[in-house]
């Protein structure tokens, strides 16, 4: 039993960290978005 709580914590941790991973790319994304001086509306139109 100990190890199944282990594998689902390391598998709860893996998520956490693609989670947070991926929200960093997100928001890299809107700064190179912004610096090149494109708004929302700009990118929703293309």
């Known amino acids: 039993m100990g190890h199944k709580i282990q594998f689902i914590l ?3 941790q ?3 960290l ?3 991973f ?3 790319d ?4 809107e700064i ?3 610096r090149n001086g494109l708004s929302d509306n700009d990118i929703r139109a293309v």
Do not use: P, R
Not at 26 to 29: A, D, G, R, T
């Open 14 to 16: 893996v998520f956490l």
């Open 26 to 29: 997100v928001y890299q994304f």
């Open 32 to 34: 190179i978005t912004t």
């Open 18 to 20: 693609s989670f947070l």
């Open 10 to 12: 390391i598998c709860l």
């Open 22 to 24: 991926a929200a960093e």
